[in-house]
């Protein structure tokens, strides 16, 4: 792979070019905006598997689209950060949910990532997203289903009831912590505790330490990927659509992760944010913000 080829490299109307350094939700979320944006039919995906996801798009999903895609898994470039030539990106981060102005989405609406050149931004907004916006990206999310190999996988936890199981997320990494965005997971259990005691909970952690916490906690209550592969982007695609099965979800504040997982189980479940900072905090956040404009 030349320099040349490499500065040369852009998201077109027969192209998604994504970053390596981008993890699945990322990726997912920049895919189905420039399907929007461009109306794709027909395209080719460049999707790494040599960074942050170490496999391929169709070794975790099946895409039920009408048209070719063409998957590629060579790294074109290493940011997803593209401003097309004739075609005006509202966003400057590839993983942001595109919103044009004319979708009648109130200027400045969302309190968590609003930092967008023109103030339009749903992302990581959950529940608080009109049913208007909802439904624009609603039928792409529909077509995202697990692979074979995932499904296998799936298949090897017990039958999930979305009325008994509560969806539970924790991002909680080494990496997470330089951004100081690891959650304390008494924060979990001060939310979790309030549920009825033969409520159950799926547990998607990255990493066995955290998983055991809740374990001691919650003993046969809690549900879980067995003997998981925490290097394996199969088991974290089988981690995806299970909390995607479930109508009440605990996830972790800025995670992009479980924010797929929503979508793909038709943006209705109802979420509480771990470590979600309180309403006033956010309230000044936004109009520090405002004041930008």
Known sequence: MTDTKVSKAKTDEKNIVLASDSGIGNRIFFMASVIRIY???????WWPDNGWVSA??????????DYDVIEQNETLIERNLFTPDNKPLCY???WRLYISKNDGLKKHFAYLYRDTPNGYSIDLEYNRIPEKIKNIYRPFFSRLKPS?????????????????IIAVQIRNNFDWSKHNRNVDINVYFSILDKYPKDTKFYISTMNVEDLNKFI?????????????????????????????????????????????AWWIGGANAQVTIAGLPSRTKLICRKFKNLIKF
């Open 92 to 94: 400057t981060e590839g």
């Open 56 to 65: 391929k798009f169709f070794d975790l999903f099946r895409f039920d689209w």
């Open 216 to 260: 001691e906690r919650y003993g046969q209550r809690v549900i879980y990927l067995p003997n998981k592969d925490y290097n394996s982007m199969t088991d974290a695609a089988a981690d995806l659509f299970m909390l995607s099965k479930c109508n009440k979800m605990v996830v972790s504040y800025e995670s992009t992760f479980p924010a797929l």
């Open 148 to 164: 074979k190999t995932v499904t296998e996988r799936i298949n090897s936890i017990i039958s999930v009831a979305k009325e008994n």
């Open 39 to 45: 109306d794709m039919k027909d395209f080719t995906l």
